[in-house]
Nanobody, 114 residues
Framework: QVQLVESGGGLVQPGGSLRLSCAAS????????MTWYRQAPGKERELVAH????????NYADSVKGRFTISRDNVKKTTYLQMNSLKPEDTAVYYC???????WGQGTQVTVSS
């Protein structure tokens, strides 16, 4: 079964950190670029970070540059999003996405609040 399963979301105080994971199955992960998106209440879904398949090159939304890091483990077939210095405006549902096969995960909620 082709699927992406996110985990690692939760409630964190401003300035805190979380690491999201996205476990892939049912497709050739190593040749698939991976992307993290997020969607806050009442807003459109926006791209957060992207990582290519072979070289592992990355790019980020301006709003998260220097705070978030995307990475991948092709042996574990998992994509990660390390989020540091979290702000209340980072509150959203975070989704991973495999553009090569157009598959989305179910999302994981991240809430940044004191």
């Amino acid at each position: 079964q082709v699927q992406l399963v996110e985990s690692g979301g939760g409630l964190v105080q401003p300035g805190g950190s979380l690491r999201l994971s996205c476990a892939a199955s049912g497709f050739t992960f190593s040749i698939s670029a991976m992307t993290w998106y997020r969607q806050a209440p009442g807003k459109e879904r926006e791209l957060v970070a992207h990582i290519t398949s072979i070289s592992g090159s990355t790019n980020y939304a301006d709003s998260v540059k220097g705070r978030f890091t995307i990475s991948r483990d092709n042996v574990k077939k998992t994509t990660y999003l390390q989020m540091n210095s979290l702000k209340p405006e980072d509150t959203a549902v975070y989704y991973c996405y495999a553009p090569r096969i157009n598959i989305w995960g179910q999302g994981t909620q991240v809430t940044v609040s004191s």
